[in-house]
């Protein structure tokens, strides 16, 4: 098994560019997590779906964060317009099911740099 | 709602002595509590959990946690550590419930074991 993939592993771009990150879960996985991580505030749960409908989004920041998952082996966090305090490291994970007793198995992550 | 505190946020330690991990929950409800672990670079991977049963439960590479519901506490346990374990280690919490539910994750302790 692959694990949950991530692309791109590293992002630069420019203040008020459009920046879209990539997840494949891993197969058979139903419930899936994207995180953002920095230092300062840690690891923070942006939105997570179960069977590709988003059951809970209000970790996202704002209305320039948008998620997708149109199908069971894809998701999409896009951010529009980016800015420097974006900076971070976006974690995708997968669950086997909706039930927390299952492991969440996280991706390597996309280090997002906003300039 | 759930949240977990862990009070140390930079533990340094010599190689082969002890160590202890603090982690300390709020539930109004039964939890399943987990440890999970960062090394650098990568996303983060599932130590071990407690779901019911013993309140000891225990990884393959020798860490070992308590659960102790009157300190409402899980406190992760190493008799014995590697230049190797240096990462980070996040307490995480769930809500015992038979539906889908997410896992709110520490702030995240920092181990770095001295040579």
């Known amino acids: 098994d692959a694990g949950v993939i991530q692309s791109p592993r590293h992002e630069v771009t420019e203040m008020g560019q459009e920046v879209t990150l990539r997840c494949k879960p891993i197969?058979?996985?139903?419930?899936l997590f994207w995180y953002r991580q920095t230092m300062m505030r840690g690891l923070e749960l942006l939105i997570y779906?179960?069977?590709?409908?988003?059951?809970?989004d209000s970790g996202m920041p704002e209305d320039r964060f948008s998620a997708k998952m149109p199908n069971a082996s894809f998701s999409t966090l896009k951010i529009q317009p980016s800015e420097p305090r974006d900076s971070a490291v976006y974690f995708c994970?997968?669950?086997?099911?909706?039930?927390?007793?299952?492991?969440?198995?996280f991706g390597p992550g996309t280090r997002l740099t906003v300039l | 709602a759930q949240s977990v505190t862990q009070l140390d946020s930079q533990v340094p330690v010599f190689e082969e002595a002890p160590v202890e991990l603090r982690c300390n929950y709020s539930s109004s409800v039964s939890v399943y509590l987990f440890w999970y672990v960062q090394y650098p670079n990568q996303g983060l991977q599932l130590l071990l959990k407690y779901l019911s049963g013993s309140t000891l439960v225990e990884s393959i590479n020798g860490f070992e946690a308590e659960f102790n519901k009157s300190q409402t506490s899980f406190h992760l346990r190493k008799p014995s550590v590697h230049i190797s374990d240096t990462a980070e280690y996040f307490c995480a919490v769930s809500a015992m419930k038979t539906s889908y539910d997410k896992v709110i994750f520490g702030p995240g302790t920092s181990l770095s074991v001295i040579p």
């Open positions: 994970a997968s669950r086997k099911s909706g039930r927390s007793t299952d492991t969440q198995y």
């Open positions: 197969s058979g996985h139903n419930s």
């Open positions: 779906f179960n069977n590709n409908v988003p059951i809970d």
